[in-house]
């Protein structure tokens, strides 16, 4: 079957303007999870969505990002007034069960990000 | 909170030479270990986790890491490397007391030479 996916692969834009990267998870999946990768860096978490629950928003950088997902299907991650600070690799990643870490989360291919 | 730490951010190596990734954690709790793959142009892959029992886990293409609870490390190591085991390699961990976050570290390119 079809795994996670994520459009588009790569993004470049300039400074001040929004994007929208989708992230399709794997069908069936009930939570799904939102990355952020820098150069050099390991992943940061971001949003964690599970079912109908309000989603945890904690590992937003600022107020700046939103996500919204519709359901347990696709969800969108926006980034407003983009800045060079935001240029990363965002994962997208869904899990069967959620609330355990225990639970495979399956990652997508990243949208690379890059503000000039 | 939890840190993971991945000192080495590259390894080469030459093809059927054994290699170790080292991978060192801080938690205040117990917690689940996993190492994740991820090859040139392709996601990241779920390699190998220890959850609970014993503390030698093996993946399917001959990777195994060891959870060393008195040294805070969970390094994983192969044997006999392939030119096809080059990608980057994540180690991760997940607090045992239901919480979904993953904690990353920086991640080791291993680079396998003929």
């Known amino acids: 079957g079809a795994g996670v996916s994520q459009s588009p692969s790569n993004k470049v834009t300039e400074k001040g303007k929004d994007v929208e990267l989708r992230c399709d998870p794997i069908s069936g999946h009930t939570a799904l999870y939102w990355y952020r990768q820098r150069l050099g860096q390991g992943l940061e978490f971001l949003i964690y969505f599970q079912g109908n629950s309000a989603p945890d928003k904690s590992g937003l950088p600022s107020d700046r990002f939103s996500a919204e997902r519709t359901g347990e299907s696709v969800s969108t991650l926006t980034i407003q007034r983009t800045q060079q600070e935001d240029s990363a690799v965002y994962l997208c990643?869904?899990?069967?069960?959620?609330?355990?870490?225990?639970?495979?989360?399956?990652f997508g291919p990243g949208t690379r990000l890059t503000v000039l | 909170a939890q840190s993971v730490t991945q000192l080495d951010s590259q390894v080469p190596v030459f093809e059927e030479a054994p290699v170790e990734l080292r991978c060192n954690y801080s938690?205040?709790?117990?917690?689940?270990l996993f190492w994740y793959v991820q090859y040139p142009n392709q996601g990241l892959q779920l390699l190998l986790k220890?959850?609970?029992?014993?503390?030698l886990v093996e993946s399917i293409n001959g990777f195994e890491a060891e959870f060393n609870k008195s040294q805070t490390s969970f390094h994983l190591r192969k044997p006999s490397v392939h030119i096809s085991d080059t990608a980057e390699y994540f180690c991760a961990v997940g607090r045992m007391d239901s919480s979904y976050k993953l904690i990353f570290g920086s991640g080791t390119r291993l680079l396998v030479r003929p």
């Open positions: 938690s205040s709790v117990s917690v689940y």
């Open positions: 220890y959850l609970s029992g014993s503390t």
């Open positions: 990643a869904s899990s069967l069960l959620g609330g355990m870490t225990e639970n495979e989360q399956f």
